[in-house]
C-alpha cells in the first residue's frame, strides 16, 4: 500500500514562510505528477501547485509568485516552499502522488497550516 508521510504545516504569521515536505513510499507504479492540494471547511478541495515528471510546473493563481514546487525523484519526495503567507492560505493541506493517466492516484493524510497574527 503506497504510503504518503507530510510535515511541515502549523502556525506562522502573516508575511511568514513555511516549507512542506511529502515522501512517498512503498511505489509500485511510475509517479508522472506530485502535486499538493488544500481544503478549507465547506468548500472544494482545489489544485495549489504540481510538478509533472517532465518536469512542467502548474500553480493557482492565487500563489504564483509566492510559492515554489519542486520535487526530488531520487527521494520520491515532494516539496512546497510557501513564501509571504497570508491569512487566506489557511487550510488543509494535502499531497498528491499520481500516474499519467490517473490509474493510480494516492492522497496523503493533510497537514494543517494556518496563517494568522
Known amino acids: 500500500q503506497v504510503q504518503l508521510v507530510e510535515s511541515g504545516g502549523g502556525l506562522v504569521q502573516p508575511g511568514g514562510s513555511l516549507r512542506l515536505s511529502c515522501a512517498a513510499s512503498r511505489i509500485s507504479f511510475n509517479i508522472y505528477a506530485m502535486g499538493w492540494y488544500r481544503q478549507v471547511p465547506g468548500e472544494q478541495r482545489e489544485l495549489v501547485a504540481s510538478v509533472t515528471s517532465v518536469p512542467t510546473t502548474n500553480y493557482a493563481d492565487s500563489v504564483k509568485g509566492r510559492f515554489t514546487i519542486s520535487r526530488d525523484n531520487a527521494k520520491n519526495t515532494v516539496y512546497l516552499q510557501m513564501n509571504s503567507l497570508k491569512p487566506e492560505d489557511t487550510a488543509v493541506y494535502y499531497c498528491?502522488?499520481?500516474?499519467?493517466?490517473?490509474?493510480?492516484?494516492?492522497w496523503g493524510q493533510g497537514t494543517q497550516v494556518t496563517v494568522s497574527s
Open positions: 498528491n502522488v499520481r500516474s499519467r493517466y490517473f490509474v493510480d492516484n494516492y
